[in-house]
Each structure stands twice: as C-alpha cells, then as structure tokens.
Nanobody
Framework: QVQLVESGGGVVQAGDSLRLSCTFSGGFFKNYIFGWFRQAPGKEREFVAAIRWDGRFTHYTDSVKDRFTISREYALRTVYLQMNSLKAEDTAVYYC?????????????????????WGQGTQVTVSS
C-alpha cells in the first residue's frame, strides 16, 4: 500500500522560502505521477503542481509559476516543492498525492479526484 509522508511546512514571512518534501513508500516509484495540492480554510482543495516520475514533465497552476518548483529525487523516492517569494495567499495545508494509473494528461493530473494516495498534509502559514 502506497504511503506518502510530507514534511517541511511552517510559519514564514512574506517573501521567504520553504521546501516541502514528500517521501513515497509501499510501491514502485516508477510510472507514478505526483501532485501537490493545497487547501485553505473554507476553500476547495486546489492543484498546485505535478511531476511525472522521471521528471520529464512538470506543470504548475498559474498563481505559482516562476515562484514554485516541483522536482523529484528518484533514488530517495522523494518529491519536493520549493516555494520561493511566498505570499500570504499561499497559506494553506499542502498535500502530496500520487497515482500510477493515469498518464500525463492535464485534465487528470490537475484533478484531486484522479489521485488514489494522499499524504497527511503539512501546514504552510505566510504572514504579511
């Protein structure tokens, strides 16, 4: 059974940086697609970024482009989300998600309903 464990959240000031990590276990890292989603209080869970297992394809939501970078370290079975120039509106619980059943199609990897495995979430709070 796939397990995802996130870490790296915290409280920072606007303009600061954080790096979130998501460690994958219980399955074969190869052929998985990994996504980062976030959910602010009172809002729906929204797509942030996704990466294919080999790192060849990535995609970001417009609001984080040029500020966030998703990457992966195959040997460590870990996916990262480097977040720079953080803004107050980035405040949310960030979730890592993974699934090995769909291909790199935008309508799939941007939808939380496509992912079968989720981490517990890590809180990111950005004070202005």
């Amino acid at each position: 059974q796939v397990q995802l464990v996130e870490s790296g959240g915290g409280v920072v000031q606007a303009g600061d940086s954080l790096r979130l990590s998501c460690t994958f276990s219980g399955g074969f890292f190869k052929n998985y697609i990994f996504g980062w989603f976030r959910q602010a209080p009172g809002k729906e869970r929204e797509f942030v970024a996704a990466i294919r297992w080999d790192g060849r394809f990535t995609h970001y939501t417009d609001s984080v482009k040029d500020r966030f970078t998703i990457s992966r370290e195959y040997a460590l079975r870990t996916v990262y989300l480097q977040m720079n120039s953080l803004k107050a509106e980035d405040t949310a619980v960030y979730y890592c998600a993974a699934d090995g059943t769909f291909t790199w199609v935008r309508s799939y990897y941007t939808s939380p309903n496509s992912y079968g495995s989720w981490g517990q979430g890590t809180q990111v709070t950005v004070s202005s």
